[in-house]
C-alpha cells in the first residue's frame, strides 16, 4: 500500500494545541504515516504584532519535536511570493511520488475551500478533509459546492486560536496550557507579539 501522508498548511502565527490535536486526530482516524506541517509563506509586509517566517517555523519544529510522525516543511517559506495549496500539491507530488496525500482544513477553511485557486486541481491530487473547530458548523459543507467530495472527521474541539493567543501575549496574559511549553518559551525569549 502506498504511503498515506497529511498536510496541515497555516501561519502558524503562533502553533498550538488546536493544530497539534487535529492533526494527531486526523493521524490516527486515517492511518497517516507522517503529517506535515506547511508555515505559509512571509507577506510582502509583516504586519504589526506578528511573527516573521523564521520564527513561525521554528515553533512548529518545537512543537513537533516529540512526535515521530510530525514534521515541518520548508516548502512554502523558501518558495518567492504567495504560495497556492493547488501548486504546493504538485511540488510535494513531484517530490515524493510514493506517497498519496490528505489536505486537512479546520472547519473555517474548509467552509471557504469552494473559494480557493482551483479547488478542482486540488480534489484531484488530494484527498480532503474537514475537521470540526469549535464556532464553525461543519454541516453548512452539504450546502457548498464541494458537497460530498470534502470528508468531514471529527476532533476533540478546543477552542484556541493563534488570534486568540496574539492578543493575550499582547495584554500579558498567559497562554500556558494553550501551547506547547517550548513554544511559550520562546515567544518569551525572542518578545514576540509584544508589538
Ligand atoms: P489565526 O487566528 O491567526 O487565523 P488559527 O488559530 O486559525 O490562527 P491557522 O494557522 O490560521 O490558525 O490555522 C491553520 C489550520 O488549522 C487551519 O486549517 C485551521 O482551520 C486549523 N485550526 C486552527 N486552530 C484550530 C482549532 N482550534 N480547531 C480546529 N482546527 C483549527
Ligand atoms: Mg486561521
Keep these: 500500500m502506498r504511503a ?3 498536510i ?3 501561519t502558524f502565527d503562533p ?5 497539534l490535536a487535529i492533526a494527531e486526530e486526523a493521524r ?13 509563506g512571509a507577506p510582502p509586509h509583516k504586519p504589526r504584532g506578528r511573527a516573521d517566517a523564521e520564527d513561525r517555523r521554528r515553533m512548529a519544529e518545537l512543537a513537533v519535536a516529540d512526535n515521530p510522525a510530525f514534521a515541518v516543511s520548508r516548502l512554502e517559506i523558501d518558495r518567492p511570493g504567495r ?8 511540488a510535494l507530488r513531484a517530490q515524493y511520488p510514493e506517497a498519496d496525500f490528505t489536505l486537512l482544513l479546520g472547519a473555517d477553511m474548509a467552509l471557504e475551500f469552494h473559494r480557493w485557486r482551483d479547488p478542482e486541481g486540488i480534489l484531484a491530487q488530494a484527498t480532503v478533509a474537514a475537521i470540526t473547530r469549535p464556532g464553525y458548523d461543519l454541516s453548512h459543507l452539504a450546502a457548498l459546492p464541494t458537497a460530498g467530495r470534502i470528508t468531514p472527521l471529527e476532533a476533540p474541539g478546543l477552542l484556541i486560536s493563534s488570534t486568540d493567543l496574539r492578543a493575550r501575549v499582547r495584554e500579558g496574559r498567559s497562554i500556558r496550557y494553550l501551547v506547547p511549553a517550548a513554544v ?12
Design 4 to 6: 498515506q501522508w497529511g
Design 8 to 10: 496541515l498548511g497555516g
Design 15 to 19: 502553533i498550538h494545541f488546536g493544530h
Design 28 to 40: 490516527e482516524r486515517l492511518g497517516l504515516a507522517r503529517v506535515l506541517f506547511i508555515p505559509t
Design 83 to 90: 504560495s497556492y495549496t493547488v501548486e504546493t500539491l504538485r
Design 184 to 195: 511559550r518559551e520562546y515567544i518569551a525569549a525572542r518578545a514576540l507579539y509584544r508589538a
